[in-house]
């Protein structure tokens, strides 16, 4: 058995994440996967009640990038809905790919992300989305859970992570900085460090 199967969950602040947050490897390669998490899955990325009044303004600014079959979907449902599982996600076109996505070539890109980027929109993309792989829980507590998700999709990614040396937390520092603040996010390096040199 590994040192890093017998690490307990761990606790930064009121969030309690997995340990494979920090000890596994990750760095997305969209040369290699163009994107494909836009397109694939069975719902769209959960979303809260203050994304989708955002999202909805951005939607003017962004309407001219998506497909037509995703302005239908928009039109018919709206920019989110309520998924089998109860959470609100943003809609899908065809049962899996997210209405938001727009294309440059073969590569998927955000539409949001992409108006963003031009100075269009102040909201960059769903937090969720930003997050990725890593998947955010609430609890009846107050707590918050953070855990990796592994996806067949990003096999890239691993692979990248690894030659690069990129711990998971590493590469989504902007994101996490953003959700949970910097004093928050240098407690969570902090924690890394301590866990590093228990496992050397």
């Known amino acids: 058995m590994s040192n890093k199967s017998v ?15 920090l000890t596994e490897y990750f760095c997305c390669d969209y040369e290699k996967c163009k994107g494909i998490c836009c397109i694939e899955g069975d719902a769209g990325a959960p979303v809260t009640t203050d994304e989708v009044a955002q999202i909805e303004e951005a939607v003017d600014d962004v309407w001219q990038d998506l497909s037509a079959a995703a302005q239908a979907v928009i039109d018919r449902q709206g920019v989110a809905y309520i998924d089998q599982e ?97 004093a928050w996010y240098n407690e969570l390096c902090a924690l890394a460090e301590e866990i590093g040199q228990l496992l050397r």
């Open 86 to 182: 109860g959470d609100m996600v943003t809609s899908i076109v065809n049962g899996k790919d997210c209405v938001f996505t727009c294309y440059d070539g073969d590569n998927c890109l955000c539409a949001l992300e992409k108006a963003y980027r031009a100075g269009k929109t102040r909201f960059i993309k769903p937090i969720s989305c930003a997050l990725y792989p890593i998947r955010e829980k609430k609890f009846g507590n107050g707590m918050t859970g953070l855990n990796y998700n592994r996806w067949t999709v990003c096999k890239d990614a691993v692979v990248k992570g690894k030659e690069l040396g990129m711990p998971v937390y590493r590469f989504l520092e902007e994101p996490l900085v953003r959700r949970f603040g910097r």
């Open 7 to 21: 690490l307990p969950i761990l606790q930064v602040g009121d969030v309690l994440l997995s340990p494979d947050i």
